[in-house]
């Protein structure tokens, strides 16, 4: 299955607390917003997205390759990328013209996003075609390997961060 790296089990535990998500770099990056986590299996926040959502915006589109820097080495399980060409005024997507993309691990591909780490080198997340106007949630998973568990099955931690990308769109007025 794609994004699913088969690593060591200390290079892929889950870390103790939810990483940051930058754009460019953990130390000049721009920091994403975290929408939700479920970090309870290692007794840290369970938070879900409220009725509005706020995108923080980053100025400009970032090339034909964006970069993405979590500020841990932990590499995830796996990582999807859903992205929205508008939201509406409360700032939640429209599902329904969204694209949800599995990024597959290891060396850049040709494929939408890939994501790698190792040798104890931050774990980046490379998504093509970022466009400016784009609503962008980057989602990831980590098992939980350590503690206890129930026999075949396997803890994981999880968290959601998004970012808005260069210029607004015109947002969809509401129906009613």
Same mark, same amino acid.
């Given at each position: 299955m794609p994004g699913i790296p088969c690593l060591p089990s200390q290079?892929? &535990?889950?870390?103790? &607390?939810?990483?940051h998500l930058y754009l460019g770099g953990v +130390?000049?990056?721009f920091a994403l917003a975290r929408v939700a986590? &479920?970090?309870?299996a290692l007794g840290g926040p369970f938070e879900e997205p409220g009725d509005t959502v706020t995108w923080p915006r980053f =100025?400009?589109? =970032?090339g034909p390759i964006a970069e993405f820097v979590f500020d841990t080495a932990q590499i995830p399980m796996r990582v999807v990328v859903y992205s929205y060409p508008d939201v509406g =005024? &409360?700032?939640? =997507?429209?599902e329904e013209h969204g694209t949800e993309t599995l990024c597959s691990f290891g060396e850049p591909s040709s494929g939408p996003c890939w994501y790698r780490g190792g040798d104890g080198?931050? /774990? +980046?997340?490379? /998504?093509r075609d970022v466009r400016a106007g784009d609503h962008l949630v980057v989602h990831a998973a980590w098992p939980v390997l350590s503690g206890d568990r129930v026999q075949g099955e396997l803890n994981e931690v999880s968290g959601s961060w998004l970012c808005g990308?260069?210029?607004? +769109?015109?947002?969809?007025?509401?129906?009613?």
């Open positions: 290079m892929v &535990d889950a870390p103790k &607390d939810p990483p +130390r000049e990056g986590v &479920d970090w309870a =100025p400009s589109a =970032p =005024p &409360d700032g939640i =997507p429209d080198e931050n /774990v +980046r997340v490379a /998504v990308i260069g210029g607004y +769109r015109a947002v969809r007025p509401e129906h009613g």
